[in-house]
């Protein structure tokens, strides 16, 4: 069992910068994948960003590609969203999500079916 809290959500102008946090709880981070998925009023979640267990790989979604870095310290059990030039199109719900597999392939990467548990989502809101 995994518990994902968020935190780091807000307001921002467009341009600006957040960083999100994904604490979980657990013995077990070390070995899990996590990723970061969105979800904007009237769409779909869609994925943005997943790191394997071991931070050796990580994956993006073009549309945040050198804009958002995903990063995790495993002593800390945490994975981050550092979230800059936002745009007002990356205005979502943003999820932290676990999958027990350490080193997903791209696909299981970006799918959110492949995860196991899910945080309660963060706010993110960027103005024009």
């Known amino acids: 069992q995994v518990q994902l809290v968020e935190s780091g959500g807000g307001l921002v102008q467009a341009g600006g910068s957040l960083r999100l946090s994904c604490a979980a709880s657990g013995r077990t981070f070390g070995k899990i994948a996590m990723g970061w998925f969105r979800q904007a009023p009237g769409k779909e979640r869609e994925f943005v960003a997943a790191i394997a267990a071991s931070g050796g790989s990580t994956y993006s979604t073009d549309s945040v590609k050198g804009r958002f870095t995903i990063s995790r310290v495993n002593a800390k059990n945490t994975v981050y969203l550092q979230m800059n030039s936002l745009k007002p199109e990356d205005t979502a719900v943003y999820y932290c999500?676990?999958?027990?597999?350490?080193?997903?392939?791209?696909?299981?990467?970006?799918?959110?079916?492949?995860?196991?548990?899910w945080g309660q989502g963060t706010q993110v809101t960027v103005s024009s």
């Open positions: 999500a676990a999958d027990y597999r350490p080193s997903p392939t791209t696909a299981q990467a970006m799918g959110a079916i492949y995860y196991d548990y």
